[in-house]
């Protein structure tokens, strides 16, 4: 791993990944505040400094106003090996555990660190919105049958309007401390609740 100035790299021009603007801010934002951050997670370039793996955190710290900036360089590689690294390095695999989640962390400094720990799937992409938009009464297309993850869980998406999203996460904290239940038995509890009325 070396240090190099911010100016030398070159942002790659065909990551396919993309960040949504109050995401990259707080991004930003984490940058400015924990710049150590970046030396465990360092940029990965090529020989002729291009981004491979890193392009939103260098756009951050760049808009943090870092100079420089730790990378590690791959090199030898194939274009093939490049295009795989690109899109290996932007996925996300496994689930969180949010009972674990809930249960050691605080809420508020998962949230500050730029986490959404009542994300219920892909679909709470659909809250994103810029201030300036206005809400939408049309719901995404509902999935034409639910996941099914590794494990044989089965996963369901929920979309939610911002402020009900806030009554929900308190209503299953409030019903997990009662019943002494895990965040999933918490959702059960709802559901059975709502099938008895």
Aim: no cysteine; charged share 35%.
């Amino acid at each position: 791993m070396k240090n190099l100035n911010i100016t030398d790299l070159v942002q790659n021009e065909e990551n396919p990944r993309l960040i949504k603007e109050a995401k990259f801010r707080k991004l930003v934002s984490r940058i400015k505040e924990f710049p150590e951050m970046l030396e465990l997670r360092p940029i990965v370039v090529d020989e002729n400094n291009v981004v491979l793996g890193g392009n939103m955190r260098m756009r951050a710290a760049q808009e943090a106003g870092l100079k420089k900036v730790p990378v590690i360089v791959a090199k030898d590689l194939t274009e093939k090996q490049r295009a795989e690294f690109i899109i290996k390095d932007n996925q996300s695999y496994g689930e969180w555990d949010w009972d674990l989640l809930a249960d050691n962390w605080e809420q508020d400094s998962l949230i500050e660190w730029g986490f959404e720990p009542y994300n219920f799937g892909a679909a709470t992409d659909f809250l994103d919105m810029d201030d300036e938009t206005e809400p939408s009464d049309e719901l995404p297309p509902a999935p034409e049958k639910p996941k099914i993850t590794d494990d044989g869980y089965v996963r369901y998406e929920i979309v939610l309007l911002e402020q009900d999203k806030q009554k929900v996460v308190e209503t299953l904290a409030r019903i997990r401390k009662e019943q002494d239940i895990t965040l999933a038995q918490a959702f059960m509890f709802i559901i059975h609740e709502f099938n008895t009325k």
